[in-house]
């Protein structure tokens, strides 16, 4: 990025809470009726934790939990990361790619004011995706290759230059 911006420049002002005791259908119906996908879980008002459409599938549907039963606080991420609104949004993005987390709540101060996504740092700043997709190849493992030589294949008699050793007998690409 050319210049430095900060979170209130491209956060959604204004964040959709639940409490943390409120139950999965009532999470589910505020995540329908607001067009989104991510709730901010509060305590008191303080900010505890984050609850996505993911957690809710992954942790409830597909578990057999009774969602009338099973509440926000139960099925909650608690490794919450929290910005300043003015913070720099590519620290932040590098923290939410480091950290795998897809929404950050903002504060000033101890309010709560804003919410920062994915989406909205793509729409801000482009290049991320770029970065990104950078970043997981770097940490991708890298698979071993398998070693080849030239010979005849132990199978079919033939001579390969692509022979692969497979419990302990040297077959060319056909024979394997």
């Known amino acids: 990025m050319d210049k430095q911006v900060e979170l209130k420049e491209v956060m959604t002002e204004g964040v959709i809470a639940i409490e943390k005791d409120k139950n999965v259908i009532e999470a589910s119906n505020l995540l329908r009726e607001e067009e989104i996908r991510g709730l901010v879980v509060v305590d008191n008002g303080d900010a505890v934790g984050v609850v996505v459409c993911r957690d809710i599938v992954y942790q409830v549907v597909s578990e057999g939990e009774n969602p009338a039963e099973t509440t926000v606080g139960d099925i909650m991420s608690t ?85 692969v050793e497979v419990e302990g007998r040297h077959l060319c690409e056909e024979c394997k």
């Open 79 to 163: 490794d919450l990361i929290v910005a300043e609104e003015d913070e720099y949004l590519d620290d932040v993005a590098m923290a939410m790619s480091k950290n795998d987390v897809s929404r950050v709540p903002v504060v000033r101060g101890d309010m709560l004011v804003g919410i920062v996504t994915q989406s909205d740092i793509l729409r801000a700043w482009p290049g991320f995706a770029e970065i990104m997709s950078e970043d997981i190849e770097m940490e991708a493992e890298a698979s071993p290759r398998e070693r080849t030589q030239s010979g005849v294949c132990d199978e079919c008699d033939n001579y390969s230059e692509n022979l």
